[in-house]
Protein backbone atom coordinates (compact mmCIF):
# COMPACT_ATOMS: atom_id res chain seq x y z
CA UNK A 1 0.00 0.00 0.00
CA UNK A 2 1.44 3.37 -0.93
CA UNK A 3 0.12 6.42 1.10
CA UNK A 4 0.17 10.07 -0.57
CA UNK A 5 0.50 13.49 1.36
CA UNK A 6 0.53 16.24 -0.97
CA UNK A 7 1.19 20.04 -0.53
CA UNK A 8 2.79 23.02 -1.77
CA UNK A 9 -1.03 24.91 -2.58
CA UNK A 10 -2.08 28.56 -1.62
CA UNK A 11 -3.33 31.11 -2.91
CA UNK A 12 -1.07 33.44 -5.27
CA UNK A 13 -1.46 36.19 -7.83
CA UNK A 14 -2.01 35.73 -11.40
CA UNK A 15 1.90 35.13 -13.50
CA UNK A 16 3.19 33.62 -9.81
CA UNK A 17 4.63 30.54 -9.04
CA UNK A 18 3.84 27.63 -6.92
CA UNK A 19 5.48 24.21 -6.01
CA UNK A 20 3.45 21.81 -5.24
CA UNK A 21 4.95 18.16 -3.73
CA UNK A 22 3.56 14.80 -3.13
CA UNK A 23 5.41 12.29 -0.37
CA UNK A 24 5.11 8.89 -0.88
CA UNK A 25 5.27 5.88 1.53
CA UNK A 26 6.88 2.87 0.05
CA UNK A 27 10.51 1.35 -0.73
CA UNK A 28 8.79 0.65 -4.67
CA UNK A 29 8.70 4.51 -5.58
CA UNK A 30 10.87 4.46 -8.32
CA UNK A 31 8.71 2.05 -10.24
CA UNK A 32 5.95 4.03 -10.43
CA UNK A 33 4.67 6.32 -13.17
CA UNK A 34 3.75 9.51 -11.92
CA UNK A 35 0.84 11.99 -12.92
CA UNK A 36 -0.72 15.06 -11.75
CA UNK A 37 -4.53 15.74 -12.44
CA UNK A 38 -6.78 18.99 -11.27
CA UNK A 39 -10.45 19.13 -10.99
CA UNK A 40 -11.98 22.73 -11.43
CA UNK A 41 -14.84 23.79 -9.93
CA UNK A 42 -17.90 21.82 -11.41
CA UNK A 43 -15.71 20.51 -14.21
CA UNK A 44 -14.31 17.07 -14.26
CA UNK A 45 -10.91 16.33 -13.54
CA UNK A 46 -8.35 16.77 -16.04
CA UNK A 47 -4.91 15.23 -16.31
CA UNK A 48 -1.75 17.87 -16.22
CA UNK A 49 1.12 15.75 -16.50
CA UNK A 50 3.08 12.38 -16.62
CA UNK A 51 6.82 11.46 -15.70
CA UNK A 52 6.95 7.92 -16.49
CA UNK A 53 8.62 5.55 -14.05
CA UNK A 54 12.20 5.49 -16.09
CA UNK A 55 11.95 8.90 -16.39
CA UNK A 56 12.77 9.16 -20.24
CA UNK A 57 9.84 11.42 -21.32
CA UNK A 58 7.38 14.10 -19.84
CA UNK A 59 4.23 14.96 -21.31
CA UNK A 60 2.17 17.60 -20.67
CA UNK A 61 -1.62 19.10 -21.00
CA UNK A 62 -1.60 21.51 -23.68
CA UNK A 63 -3.15 24.62 -21.46
CA UNK A 64 0.08 23.88 -19.06
CA UNK A 65 2.98 23.33 -21.41
CA UNK A 66 6.09 25.63 -21.53
CA UNK A 67 4.07 26.80 -17.78
CA UNK A 68 4.59 23.45 -15.72
CA UNK A 69 7.38 20.47 -14.69
CA UNK A 70 7.23 17.04 -13.49
CA UNK A 71 10.21 16.22 -11.34
CA UNK A 72 10.58 13.58 -8.78
CA UNK A 73 13.21 12.78 -6.05
CA UNK A 74 13.55 8.82 -5.73
CA UNK A 75 15.65 9.73 -2.81
CA UNK A 76 13.50 11.84 -0.53
CA UNK A 77 9.84 9.63 -2.24
CA UNK A 78 8.62 12.16 -3.24
CA UNK A 79 7.29 14.12 -6.83
CA UNK A 80 6.50 17.78 -7.62
CA UNK A 81 5.03 19.96 -10.02
CA UNK A 82 6.47 23.27 -10.49
CA UNK A 83 3.79 25.65 -11.71
CA UNK A 84 5.12 28.94 -13.06
CA UNK A 85 2.99 31.95 -15.05
CA UNK A 86 -0.40 30.34 -12.93
CA UNK A 87 -3.29 32.09 -14.98
CA UNK A 88 -6.83 32.06 -13.05
CA UNK A 89 -7.93 29.58 -14.93
CA UNK A 90 -5.23 26.95 -13.29
CA UNK A 91 -7.33 27.59 -10.13
CA UNK A 92 -8.48 23.44 -9.15
CA UNK A 93 -7.32 21.00 -6.89
CA UNK A 94 -4.38 19.15 -7.89
CA UNK A 95 -4.24 15.78 -7.22
CA UNK A 96 -0.91 13.61 -7.33
CA UNK A 97 -1.25 9.63 -8.66
CA UNK A 98 1.20 7.06 -8.79
CA UNK A 99 -0.03 3.86 -11.16
CA UNK A 100 1.82 0.36 -12.42
CA UNK A 101 -0.12 -2.23 -13.74
CA UNK A 102 -3.48 -2.29 -11.16
CA UNK A 103 -1.80 -0.53 -8.57
CA UNK A 104 -3.25 3.56 -8.77
CA UNK A 105 -2.99 5.52 -5.80
CA UNK A 106 -4.00 9.21 -5.05
CA UNK A 107 -3.07 11.76 -3.28
CA UNK A 108 -5.75 13.69 -1.24
CA UNK A 109 -5.55 16.92 -2.84
CA UNK A 110 -4.15 20.43 -2.55
CA UNK A 111 -5.87 23.68 -3.62
CA UNK A 112 -4.28 26.16 -6.08
CA UNK A 113 -6.09 29.01 -5.94
CA UNK A 114 -4.87 32.12 -8.96
CA UNK A 115 -6.58 35.61 -8.65
CA UNK A 116 -6.46 37.87 -10.79
Known amino acids: QVQLVESGGGLVQAGGSLRLSCAAS????????MRWYRQAPGKEREFVAL????????SYADPVKGRFTISRDDSKNTMYLQMNSLKSEDTAIYYC?????????WGQGTQVTVSS
Open 26 to 33: GRTFSLYD
Open 51 to 58: LPWDGRST
Open 97 to 105: NLKRASQDY
